[in-house]
């Protein structure tokens, strides 16, 4: 059976977000993937837009930059160590 196809069932989805944002929680990390997962497809398929969610999206958008900011320092500082070691042959 499919949920909000007609109308929103708003107790049943506050209950699926509140397990969602649990699961978000919880140190397994497939178990917290497979939420995150879920959550951004709902929101981008604007099923569930709620302010918690724009706020987790928000945060989740942030951390992908920050991370992947951080990843690019690692790869220049990697490559920059790896030149300064190598011999240099000047001909």
Do not use: G, Y
Not at 17 to 22: A, D, G, I, S
């Amino acid at each position: 059976m499919r949920m909000n196809q007609k109308h929103k069932n708003d107790p049943k989805n506050k209950a699926l977000q509140n397990l969602l944002f649990k699961m978000l929680q919880q140190k397994d990390e497939a178990k917290a993937k497979r939420a995150l997962i879920t959550l951004c497809d709902l929101h981008r398929r604007k099923v569930w837009f709620e302010d918690r969610l724009q706020m987790l999206m928000t945060m989740i958008a942030a951390l992908s930059f920050l991370l992947d900011f951080e990843k690019t320092m690692a790869m220049r500082v990697t490559i920059l160590v790896n030149m300064s070691q190598q011999p240099h042959n000047l001909k």
